[in-house]
C-alpha cells in the first residue's frame, strides 16, 4: 500500500501518524516544506521517501511530487494530511491522480462550510443556532431583530476561533461590514454553552472504531480574542447523550475512512427554540483529529494509542490496537507571557509532580489561540482538576470544572 502524507512534520505530533503506518508495513511517502535533514529522527525512519517542496500552497509542485512517487512506486492508493488546512488540497490531489480513499473535491467543499454543516445537522435531526450569510447589511440587520444581541461572525469556512466576532448592537455590525475581509462569513445567534465532542475514527463503512470526548466549558473565542484562560480537558468516557448526537451527526455526513472531530454545544442557559440547559445542539464537524496537543491527551487519558488506531484502519479497516491501562481526564492548560500568575512553573511541577505529563513551549503561530506554555496533567477527578486550574491561573478567575454538569 502506497500512503501519501502530506506536511507529516507538521505539527510535529504527526510524526506518529507515519510512524503507526510503517508499523502496518504501509509504504509512507511524505510531501513537505521542510528540509529533510530537519525532520525529527522518528519520522526520517518512517518514511520510505520525502520529496521536498518550496511551498505546499503551490499546486504544481504538488502535482509533481506525487506524479514521481506514482512513477517510482506505482499507482498511489491513499493522500492524507489529517490537517484541516490541507484538506481541500489534499482532496484535489486524490481526484487528479484517481485515489479511491477519502474524500475528492466535489465531495469536500460542502462539508467545509459552516453554513453547508447546519444542512447535515438538521438531517440529523439535532437543532443548531440560527445563521444567515454576512452578503448584505439589510439582511443581517433584520436578522439581529429576530434574534437579538450580541450575534456570533465567522469565516464560514475556517479554522478554530481565529477571525471570529462577537458583535454587541447595530454598530457593531455596521463596523463589522464596513471592514469585512472578502472571505464569505456568515453569522450566528450567539449561545450560552460549553463545547463538547465527539471524536474518533471510522471505518469504510461508517462504524466507528474508537471515540472520545472532550470539553471546553468556557468560550474559545473568548479564549482567542481576549485572552482569557486557557483550558479544556478530555473526558474518561463518552456520556450517553453526547454519543447519540455523535452517531447520529455521522450518518447524517456519511463520514468514512477518516478521523472525525464532531463539535457540539452543551447549553448552560435554555434557549427558545433551541433546548433546555444541559440539552445538545450541534455547532461544527470537522473532517480531521482535534488540533493542538489534543491526541496526545486521548492518549493520556484513554490509555491508547489513537495514532496507531488510524493506521489500523488505514491498512486494515479495523481496529487492532487496544487500550492497556486506566481511564482518566487530561486538562490542558495554556498559560500566556503577558499574564503575571501567583505560581510560577517551577511551583506547579514540586507540587504536582508526575500529574504534570507534559510541559510544552509553544511556537508563536500557535500561542495566540493556546498560550505560550502549555501543561498536560492528568486527574482521576473533576475536583482535583479544578484544584490544579486554582493554581495554575490564580489571581484569574474561571468556571469550575466540577459545578458543571456529571455525566
Request: hydrophobic content about 40%.
Amino acid at each position: 500500500m502506497n500512503f501519501v502524507f502530506i506536511s507529516p512534520n507538521f505539527p510535529e505530533n504527526y510524526a506518529r501518524f507515519c510512524v503507526g503506518l510503517k508499523m502496518n508495513g504501509v509504504n509512507v511517502l511524505g510531501i513537505g516544506d521542510c528540509p529533510y535533514e530537519h525532520l525529527s529522527d522518528e519520522l526520517k525512519l518512517a518514511l520510505t521517501e520525502y520529496y521536498l517542496v518550496d511551498s505546499l500552497e503551490n499546486y504544481d509542485d504538488m502535482i509533481r511530487a506525487v506524479g514521481y512517487f506514482t512513477g517510482r512506486y506505482g499507482k498511489m492508493d491513499w493522500i492524507e494530511s489529517n490537517n484541516e488546512y490541507w484538506l481541500t488540497l489534499d482532496a484535489a490531489l486524490r481526484t487528479d491522480f484517481n485515489v479511491p480513499t477519502g474524500y475528492r473535491t466535489e465531495d469536500i467543499l460542502p462539508l467545509r462550510r459552516k453554513s453547508e454543516m447546519k444542512k447535515y445537522y438538521a438531517k440529523a435531526g439535532i437543532p443548531t443556532a440560527r445563521w444567515i450569510l454576512a452578503e448584505r447589511l439589510d439582511e443581517v440587520l433584520s436578522f439581529s431583530g429576530k434574534t437579538g444581541f450580541p450575534l456570533v461572525a465567522k469565516p464560514d469556512s475556517g479554522v478554530g476561533a481565529e477571525d471570529t466576532f462577537r458583535l454587541e448592537n447595530e454598530k457593531e455590525i455596521r463596523d463589522f461590514f464596513a471592514e469585512k475581509p472578502e472571505t464569505p462569513y456568515i453569522i450566528e445567534e450567539y449561545v450560552k454553552g460549553e463545547v463538547t465532542t465527539f471524536d474518533g475514527i471510522a471505518d469504510s463503512r461508517g462504524n466507528v472504531l474508537f471515540s472520545v470526548s472532550h470539553i471546553t466549558p468556557e468560550s474559545i473565542m473568548d479564549m482567542v480574542n481576549e485572552h482569557k484562560p486557557v483550558y479544556y480537558y478530555v473526558d474518561r468516557e463518552v456520556p450517553e447523550d453526547v454519543r447519540d448526537a455523535g452517531m447520529r451527526a455521522l450518518a447524517a455526513f456519511g463520514i468514512r475512512r477518516r478521523f472525525f472531530h464532531l463539535e457540539f454545544f452543551r447549553l448552560t442557559e435554555g434557549k427558545e427554540g433551541l433546548g433546555k440547559a444541559g440539552d445538545i445542539i450541534g455547532l461544527e464537524a470537522n473532517l480531521r483529529p482535534a488540533g493542538g496537543f489534543t491526541p496526545d491527551m486521548i492518549n493520556f487519558s484513554q490509555s491508547c494509542d489513537c495514532f496507531r488506531i488510524w493506521a489500523d484502519m488505514v491498512a486494515f479497516d479495523e481496529r487492532r490496537t487496544f487500550s492497556d491501562g486506566e481511564k482518566r481526564y487530561c486538562l490542558c492548560v495554556g498559560r500566556r507571557d503577558d499574564v503575571e500568575y501567583d505560581n510560577d512553573i517551577t511551583g506547579i511541577r514540586e507540587k504536582y509532580g508526575d500529574r504534570i505529563v507534559l510541559d510544552a513551549v509553544l511556537a508563536p503561530a500557535l500561542a495566540r489561540a493556546m498560550g505560550n506554555r502549555i501543561l498536560l496533567t492528568l486527574h482521576d477527578t473533576k475536583e482535583e482538576m479544578d484544584e490544579f486550574l486554582k493554581d495554575a491561573f490564580s489571581p484569574m478567575t474561571i468556571r469550575p470544572i466540577a459545578a458543571s454538569k456529571e455525566e
